[in-house]
C-alpha cells in the first residue's frame, strides 16, 4: 500500500543555517505530494505541494522537488528562522485510491538564535 | 468562511463512556475526512465522505467508533465504550470534489480526547 518515510527528529538549527528534511515514498499510482506544517498549539497547515514529476513546490522560502526516479520529496530551506520551528510532515495521496492523505511521522525542528 | 471548525476541541472523559465530536466543513466542500493522530506520530486516515455517503474505512476504525454526515455538510465521529488507547487528537479535513491529480485538504484544529 501507499506509505510515506520521513526523516525522524528532532533536528535543532542555529537560525540562518540550511535545512534539509528527508522524505521518501511508496505508492502504487501516481500521488500527489505535499508537505505539511503544525506550530506550535495550531492545527495542520499545507506549506507546500507537488502534483507530478519533476515538480517543484515552493512556499516561504521552503522548496521541495518530486523526485520519481528516488521516490523521494526533500523539503529545503536556505535559511532558517527561528519562526521556522514547528512539526513538519510530509504526506501523499492518489486520486485512484480516495485522496486520503499517507503522513509520515514528523520531524521536529527547533531554531535557536 | 473560516475554515474547518471542530467542536469541542478537548474532552475528557472516564474509560466506557461514549463521546461525540463534531466536524463542521468549509461550506462548498464535498469531501470530509477523519484523521486520528497520537503523540509523536503523523495523522492515520480513518473514513471519508463524498457528500452524505461513506465510501471508505480504515481498519483502524473499529466497530466501536461510526461516523455520519447525514445532510452532506457537517460530520460526526462517534466512539462508544471508550478505552485508554483511544486517547488522541481526532482531525477533520475538507475539500472539493478532487480534480484528477490534485487534491487539497484543510484540517480543522482537532479535538483532544483523553480517556482516563
Known amino acids: 500500500g501507499d506509505s510515506v518515510t520521513q526523516m525522524e527528529g528532532p533536528v535543532t538549527l542555529s537560525e540562518e543555517a540550511f535545512l534539509t528534511i528527508n522524505c521518501t515514498y511508496t505508492?502504487?499510482?501516481?500521488?500527489?505530494l505535499f508537505w505539511y506544517v503544525q506550530y506550535p498549539g495550531e492545527g495542520l497547515q499545507l506549506l507546500l505541494k507537488a502534483t507530478k514529476a519533476d515538480d517543484k513546490g515552493s512556499n516561504k522560502g521552503f522548496e521541495a522537488t518530486y523526485r520519481k526516479e528516488t521516490t523521494s520529496f526533500h523539503l529545503e530551506k536556505g535559511s532558517v528562522q527561528v519562526s521556522d520551528s514547528a512539526v513538519y510532515f510530509c504526506?501523499?495521496?492518489?486520486?485512484?485510491?480516495?485522496?486520503?492523505?499517507?503522513f509520515g511521522t514528523g520531524t521536529s525542528l527547533t531554531v535557536i538564535p | 468562511d473560516t475554515g474547518v471548525s471542530q467542536d469541542p476541541r478537548h474532552k475528557i472523559t472516564k474509560r466506557g463512556q461514549n463521546v461525540t465530536f463534531r466536524c463542521d466543513p468549509i461550506s462548498e466542500h464535498n469531501r470530509l475526512y477523519w484523521y486520528r493522530q497520537t503523540l509523536g506520530q503523523g495523522p492515520e486516515f480513518l473514513t471519508y465522505?463524498?457528500?452524505?455517503?461513506?465510501?471508505?474505512k480504515s481498519r483502524l476504525l473499529s466497530d466501536r467508533f461510526s461516523a455520519e454526515r447525514p445532510k452532506g455538510s457537517f460530520s460526526t465521529l462517534e466512539i462508544q465504550r471508550t478505552e485508554q488507547g483511544d486517547s488522541a487528537m481526532y482531525l477533520c479535513?475538507?475539500?472539493?470534489?478532487?480534480?484528477?491529480?490534485?487534491?487539497?485538504?484543510?484540517f480543522g484544529p482537532g479535538t483532544r480526547l483523553t480517556v482516563l
Open positions: 505508492a502504487t499510482g501516481y500521488p500527489s
Open positions: 479535513a475538507s475539500s472539493r470534489l478532487a480534480e484528477k491529480d490534485y487534491n487539497e485538504q484543510f
Open positions: 465522505f463524498q457528500n452524505e455517503a461513506q465510501l471508505e
Open positions: 504526506a501523499l495521496s492518489d486520486w485512484n485510491t480516495g485522496n486520503q492523505f499517507y
